[in-house]
């Protein structure tokens, strides 16, 4: 037929690079496994994690120690979701646009650049809504950080939650909305603050105490539960509990709340709600400052956006080609494309019908917060 793939691969390329210039800040951020490789839905990608080598004395010997073995671990990612976005024509509307018209190639670009878009807006969505599992919070709920100029406060506090509970800072991601985006532009540019021009002259967000900074458009905005007036029981409760019994009090505490004690200024993420009194479950790992042997206060934190400051290697996104049959389907022309700015590959098939071609632009993946505790939450 004429309108083959391989016809199209400028078309496509060129869409491709319109979709990477879209505010998409989660997806270069994590650990990705994107392979050509096919997976269906529920498969189970296993990542592999290596391990720190164990240190020694270097003793001086004919022979070097035998040791350096090690045992590679792994974790999983379950591919989730196994999405499609179509593009069909016929072969009037083909020939009525290039009569006199804007041309059916150039309109069909933008089309292909639409449907990669709607796809990688997706994954970006399902990452950012991985906030649920973050360990804990910084900030003031409502209040746009950076907001006072020449402060870098809320960096380097939530830097210090990670680096608290353990993180490596060696790769260190912070992933704001376009507010915060745009009051570090208003507020953070001085060149005599930051040695450099590029903030104020490009708006181009710098580096600031390790982190690489970014923007997503898929930020989440999360509502509070209703839960009010809870305490604890009066057990007493050591550092590191995540499992905290609640009395009295009404209303739901949502996983993704934000949850203070009395007497502790840290601002805990629930990873498992109530809608009642019953066991509150925080994230990893769990209470900073012990819980006194008495009834004490739970505040459920004011709504917020949940702006995500995390090392790469706390959150996996698994990518993958759909799964086909094993005789393969009508499709006469297939191919990956693989965006070089996310590393994300598309499948992308045409498939020849009475008069009309549909084209097909497919990715299937999943995403996991493997380690809460490198995971925080920079409230604005």
């Known amino acids: 037929m004429a ?44 990542i592999p994690l290596t391990a720190a080598p164990t240190a020694s004395d270097a003793v001086p010997a004919v022979t070097p120690p035998n040791d350096g073995d090690q045992t590679i671990g792994n974790t999983t990612v379950t591919i989730s979701k196994s999405r499609r976005a179509a593009v069909r024509w016929t072969g009037e509307e083909q020939r009525a646009l290039d009569n006199n018209g804007p041309g059916y190639r150039s309109i069909l670009q933008n089309q292909f650049a639409q449907a990669m878009r709607v796809l990688t807006n997706e994954i970006e969505t399902d990452l950012a ?11 003031t709920a409502g209040t746009t950080p950076f907001g006072t100029g020449g402060d870098y406060s809320d960096a380097a506090q939530v830097r210090k939650i990670l680096v608290d509970n353990g993180a490596p800072v060696s790769d260190l991601q912070l992933v704001l909305n376009t507010q915060a985006g745009a009051t570090i532009r208003g507020k953070q540019a001085q060149v005599q603050m930051v040695g450099d021009q590029s903030l104020l002259r ?22 509070k539960g209703t839960g009010a007036s809870y305490t604890t029981t009066a057990a007493g409760f050591a550092v590191g509990t995540t499992s905290i019994p609640l009395i009295t009090g009404t209303g739901a505490i949502l ?13 805990y993420m629930v990873a498992t709600g109530i809608s009642a009194p019953g066991t509150l479950v925080l994230a990893a790992p769990g209470l900073r400052q012990a819980i006194p ?24 996104l698994a990518a993958r080609a759909p799964t086909l049959p094993a005789e393969g389907d009508m499709a006469t022309d297939r191919m990956m494309i693989t965006d070089p700015k996310s590393n994300l590959s598309f499948e992308v098939s045409v ?16 995403v996991a917060c493997i380690k809460p505790e490198n995971l925080a939450v920079l409230l604005g």
Request: glycine share 8%.
């Open 293 to 316: 042997a008495a009834a004490t206060a739970v505040t459920v934190g004011n709504s917020f956006t949940a702006n995500l400051a995390f090392s790469r290697g706390s959150i996996l």
């Open 129 to 139: 809504a991985l906030y649920t599992r973050a360990s804990r919070a910084y900030g």
């Open 202 to 223: 490009q708006g181009v967000l710098l580096d600031m105490h390790g982190f690489t900074m970014r923007e997503s458009a898929q930020i989440k905005n999360v509502t």
């Open 3 to 46: 309108n083959t793939l391989t016809n199209l691969i400028p078309d496509l390329y060129a869409a491709l690079d319109i979709v990477s210039r879209e505010l998409v800040g989660m997806i270069p951020a994590v650990t990705m496994d994107a392979q050509v490789t096919r997976a269906a839905i529920g498969q189970v990608v296993r």
């Open 255 to 267: 996983a993704g709340d934000i949850v203070t004690f009395a007497g502790d200024t840290n601002k």
């Open 351 to 366: 498939y020849p019908q009475y008069l009309q071609v549909l084209y097909d632009v497919r990715l299937a993946w999943g």
